[in-house]
C-alpha cells in the first residue's frame, strides 16, 4: 500500500449453506433452574426390583430412593474417563488384597504373617497402587507398609486365640429374596463354625456406632447369605486395617476383640428384610424420594443411621452424590 493510498477495512463476513448469517435470529431465554423436590412419580415400567440386590444397591436404595432409581436403573454416573481412583479406594483395596491373601495361607505364625504381607506388600504395590512410588510418598508408602504388616500380624494371632480359620476370602454369595436375589462378597468367612469378618480401612468410630445402633446392615446381609435365614445367624466382626482393632458385640465368638453393647445380626436383617419390604411397594407404583430435600424448612434430616419402628434408616448420601443438579438440591444450596 503506498503512503498516500485509501484502504476502507470492512468487516470480514463469512456465510455459507451451512452457517448462514442470521443477526437477527431469535435466542430463546434459558429456563431457570429447577425447584428442590422430594417427592417423585415415574412411570412404574421404568423401575421394578433388579434381579439381584446388594448391600451398597441396597444401601442406596435406603439413603436415597432418587438416587438408587438414577444410579441403578438409568445407569447415569459422573464421568470417569480422566479419573484417578481416590487414594481411601486405592490403600484400601493394596491393603485388603494383601491381608486376604497372606491369611488364606495359613501362616505359621504371627511373625510370619508380617513378614509375608511385607513382601507381598512390595510385590503388588506398583500395580495397584503406583502413587505411592512417586517422590515425596515415601512416608505415606512405609506409613502403608506398617499398617499392612501390623494388621496381618494382629489377626492371625486373634484367629489363633479364637480358633477360627480362615476358609474363604471374597467370598460370593447369593439367596433368593423378594422375587429376586440377594448377593454379596464377604471378606474373610472363617470356620467352623463359621463367622465373617469386614475389612475396613479405618473410620473406626462410625463402624463402632453402626453395630451398637443395630445399623451395621452389610454384616446382617452377610450372615443372613450364610444361613439362608434358617437356624443361627453366624457371627459377625469389622477389622479396622489402620488401627489393628476387631469389633464386634459377640466378643465371645472373637477373643480379644473389642465387645460392643448392640442387635445381633438376625435383628439387623429383619430391620433391613422390613425396610426393603416397604420400599419394593413404593418402587412397584413409581413413587421416589430425594430424601436431601427438606419438604419443611424446620424439618431436620437424620445425620446417622438409626432404626426407627423398626425399620432401618439412613440419612441421605448427598454429599457421595452426584446428581444434586437433577433432583435440585444444587441450586438451592447455591441461592443459601
Same mark, same amino acid.
Given at each position: 500500500v503506498g503512503k498516500h493510498q485509501h484502504v476502507n477495512l470492512?468487516?470480514?463476513?463469512?456465510?455459507?449453506?451451512?452457517?448462514?448469517?442470521?443477526?437477527?435470529?431469535?435466542?430463546?431465554?434459558?429456563?431457570?433452574?429447577?425447584?428442590?423436590?422430594h417427592d417423585w412419580q415415574v412411570a412404574p415400567m421404568l423401575l421394578g426390583w433388579r434381579d439381584t440386590e446388594s448391600p451398597s444397591s441396597l444401601a442406596s436404595?435406603?439413603?436415597?430412593?432418587?438416587?438408587?432409581?438414577?444410579?441403578?436403573?438409568?445407569?447415569?454416573?459422573?464421568?470417569?474417563?480422566?479419573?484417578?481412583?481416590?487414594?481411601?479406594l486405592v490403600l484400601g483395596n493394596l491393603l485388603h488384597e494383601?491381608?486376604?491373601t497372606i491369611l488364606l495361607q495359613k501362616p505359621e505364625s504371627p511373625e510370619a504373617a508380617r513378614e509375608a504381607a511385607l513382601a507381598h506388600f512390595d510385590e503388588i504395590l506398583a500395580s495397584r497402587a503406583a502413587t505411592l512410588l512417586l517422590p515425596g510418598a515415601e512416608s505415606e508408602r512405609q506409613r502403608m507398609q506398617r499398617h499392612t504388616g501390623e494388621a496381618a500380624f494382629h489377626l492371625t494371632q486373634l484367629l489363633a486365640d479364637?480358633?477360627?480359620?480362615?476358609?474363604?476370602?471374597?467370598?460370593s454369595r447369593q439367596q433368593p429374596w423378594l422375587g429376586g436375589q440377594i448377593g454379596g462378597r464377604i471378606d474373610l468367612?472363617?470356620?467352623?463354625?463359621?463367622?465373617?469378618?469386614d475389612l475396613k480401612l479405618g473410620w473406626g468410630s462410625g463402624r463402632r456406632k453402626e453395630l451398637e445402633n443395630g445399623t451395621a446392615d452389610s454384616l446382617a446381609i452377610y450372615s443372613h447369605l450364610i444361613c439362608g435365614g434358617e437356624?443361627?445367624?453366624?457371627?459377625v466382626a469389622f477389622y479396622i486395617l489402620v488401627e489393628q482393632t476387631l469389633l464386634t458385640v459377640e466378643p465371645d465368638r472373637f477373643p480379644g476383640a473389642e465387645p460392643l453393647e448392640g442387635p445381633k445380626p438376625d435383628e439387623t436383617w429383619a430391620a433391613v428384610?422390613?425396610?426393603?419390604?416397604?420400599?419394593?411397594?413404593? $418402587?412397584?407404583? +413409581?413413587? &421416589? #424420594?430425594?430424601?436431601?430435600?427438606?419438604t419443611d424448612p424446620d424439618e431436620k434430616l437424620i445425620d446417622?443411621?438409626? $432404626?426407627?419402628? +423398626?425399620? &432401618? #434408616?439412613?440419612?441421605?448420601?448427598?454429599?457421595?452424590?452426584?446428581?444434586?443438579?437433577?433432583?435440585?438440591?444444587?441450586?438451592a444450596e447455591e441461592v443459601r
Open positions: 470492512q468487516p470480514l463476513q463469512i456465510t455459507s449453506p451451512r452457517f448462514p448469517s442470521a443477526p437477527d435470529v431469535h435466542r430463546p431465554d434459558y429456563a431457570p433452574p429447577p425447584s428442590p423436590r436404595l435406603m439413603g436415597c430412593s432418587l438416587r438408587w432409581a438414577l444410579n441403578y436403573h438409568a445407569r447415569l454416573e459422573k464421568g470417569r474417563s480422566l479419573a484417578i481412583p481416590g487414594a481411601p494383601t491381608v486376604e479364637a480358633g477360627l480359620e480362615v476358609k474363604e476370602a471374597e467370598s468367612l472363617l470356620g467352623e463354625p463359621p463367622a465373617i469378618i437356624g443361627s445367624y453366624p457371627p428384610d422390613r425396610t426393603a419390604r416397604a420400599l419394593q411397594d413404593d $418402587i412397584a407404583t +413409581g413413587v &421416589l #424420594v430425594a430424601a436431601g430435600i427438606q446417622e443411621s438409626a $432404626i426407627v419402628d +423398626g425399620r &432401618l #434408616v439412613r440419612p441421605a448420601p448427598c454429599r457421595f452424590c452426584d446428581f444434586a443438579a437433577l433432583c435440585g438440591r444444587q441450586f
